[in-house]
């Protein structure tokens, strides 16, 4: 099955920067689409922004402008640029990838989180 390893979280100051990564392996891996998604302590996992394969991205409102999601098709890798970071975007980050591995059904698998503290 499809293996998914996000890193890159962090304690950043308010108005910093972050870099997430994930990359999802398997025996031989076809991924459509891929996102991130986070969780803070008593809310629901919220969509932060994905990409598909042919490059076209969504975003929530709440980072337009502030996050950038880029993709590595060959890879199968997924990055999140994140910038002006505010206090409310602390959270556990996600990784989503959408597809399968040979043998396997087409379906959502899912990363372990990474955590992301905005903090002064």
């Known amino acids: 099955q499809v293996q998914v390893v996000e890193s890159g979280g962090g304690l950043v100051q308010p108005g910093g920067s972050l870099r997430l990564s994930c990359t999802a392996s398997?025996?031989?891996?076809?991924?459509?689409?891929m996102g991130w998604y986070r969780q803070a302590p008593g809310k629901q996992r919220e969509l932060v922004a994905r990409i598909d394969a042919g490059g076209t991205t969504n975003y929530a409102d709440s980072v337009k402008g502030r996050f950038t999601i880029s993709r590595d098709n060959a890879k199968n890798t997924v990055y999140l640029q994140m910038n002006s970071l505010k206090s409310e975007d602390t959270a556990v980050y996600y990784c989503?990838?959408?597809?399968?591995?040979?043998?396997?059904?087409?379906?959502?698998?899912w990363g372990q989180g990474t955590q992301v503290t905005v903090s002064s």
């Open positions: 989503n990838a959408y597809g399968r591995d040979w043998g396997d059904p087409l379906r959502n698998y």
């Open positions: 398997g025996r031989i891996v076809i991924i459509q689409t």
